[in-house]
Structure formats: structure tokens, C-alpha cells
């Protein structure tokens, strides 16, 4: 089972979508 993880980048201003570690997804 993946984990999900929905993580702030207050640096860039965005939001990172992880799965297992890995970054599948930038959104702003």
C-alpha cells in the first residue's frame, strides 16, 4: 500500500504530492 502525502513547500510557495517518497505532483 502507497502512502499519500500532501506536503507545503513554503519556500517555492506550492504544494508537492508524494507517494511513497517520491514527488508525483507540483500544484501551486
Known amino acids: 500500500m502507497a ?3 500532501l ?3 513554503e519556500a517555492e ?3 508537492e504530492y508524494h507517494i ?3 514527488i508525483a ?4
Open 13 to 15: 510557495n506550492k504544494y
Open 20 to 22: 511513497d517518497g517520491n
Open 3 to 5: 502512502e499519500y502525502t
Open 25 to 28: 505532483h507540483i500544484t501551486y
Open 7 to 9: 506536503v507545503h513547500n
